[in-house]
């Protein structure tokens, strides 16, 4: 008979410590996508954007496979489930290009931290990951910050704000999902079928109304840019999601709130509301709780087992 009273495995202590450093790898490549993404968004429209990013990106993920010896890991398998991570990622991503562009960028980031709201729903259901009191009241606590931050209100509406929302649908998404394939697929090969099913999504969106714009020599550093932040993110974050489940890895992603405010002060002018501030010591406090909890949970049991 089973023992019902034993206590369900928990997150490693190690394990959850690797995962935040792999987050802060995505969070610098996500703030870098950022400015190059506003860069580029006067010549190039969105699915234009993650056409030439995507076809850069298959360059790099093919070159890099096959200098390190890891070309054999990318494999034809799991191919509807990378369909729809990647369509799921494709229409948040395109929704983040445009948001950047109309609204501060700190709004975007704030409304996308909305995300792991929709990760701690859709875990439970898509990956069988349990739904605890700690991470349920660290994702609450951290979606008062992102409402203190951006203090929405008939007057301050702004489509902006529904694509940045539509994001973070789409990324938890793509979270989720990219969760489930790794439990069998390997972060080469998810990374690989990115960009060439996105590459594909992006042709036929770019293409529709038969007119693809090219980036100018001005732009394409920018756009290798983005290519390049976009593949590392991708392999950070998708690292971060191989160590620990998403409910622990994406609060994490927080923390980019208070540097992008700084870089939206800096780079374009973008007032420093002090209710942003006050919104990311709410969020630091969410994600600090969430790992403190995450991490003591390990020591226990390890402690547990080695009585």
Request: with cysteine; proline share 5%; glycine share 8%.
């Amino acid at each position: 008979m089973t023992d019902q009273s034993r206590p369900l495995p928990a997150q490693p202590r190690s394990d959850t410590i690797r995962a935040a450093i792999w987050m802060i790898g995505a969070i610098v490549s996500f703030i870098s996508m950022a400015i190059a993404g506003r860069a580029v968004s006067i010549e190039l429209d969105t699915f234009e954007i993650m056409l030439f990013r995507s076809l850069i990106g298959i360059f790099i993920v093919w070159a890099l496979a096959g200098l390190f010896g890891r070309a054999h890991e990318i494999r034809r398998a799991r191919m509807g489930l990378h369909l729809v991570r990647n369509i799921s990622h494709f229409a948040g991503q395109n929704f983040w290009f445009y948001a950047i562009t109309v609204i501060p960028l700190a709004q975007v980031f704030a409304l996308e931290f909305t995300s792991p709201i929709w990760v701690m729903l859709l875990s439970p259901l898509i990956l069988g990951e349990r739904l605890t009191k700690t991470r349920g009241i660290a994702a609450f606590a951290g979606f008062i910050g992102v409402l203190v931050v951006t203090r929405p209100s008939p007057e301050t509406f702004h489509f902006g704000l529904i694509a940045a929302a539509l994001a973070a649908l789409g990324f938890a998404g793509s979270a989720v999902f990219t969760r489930r394939l790794t439990r069998s697929e390997s972060i080469v090969s998810i990374l690989f079928w990115l960009t060439v099913m996105q590459a594909g999504l992006g042709l036929i969106c770019a293409g529709a109304d038969l007119d693809i714009a090219l980036p100018s020599a001005a732009s394409w550093p920018w756009v290798a840019l983005i290519a390049f932040a976009g593949l590392v993110a991708h392999f950070c974050l998708t690292t971060a999601l191989s160590l620990a489940p998403a409910t622990v890895v994406m609060p994490i992603d927080f923390t980019r709130l208070p540097l992008i405010a700084v870089v939206g002060m800096l780079l374009y002018a973008e007032p420093l509301d002090p209710f942003v501030l006050l919104g990311a010591a709410v969020i630091f406090a969410a994600n600090y709780f969430n790992i403190w909890s995450e991490t003591r949970g390990g020591a226990r049991a390890k402690a547990v087992t080695e009585k």
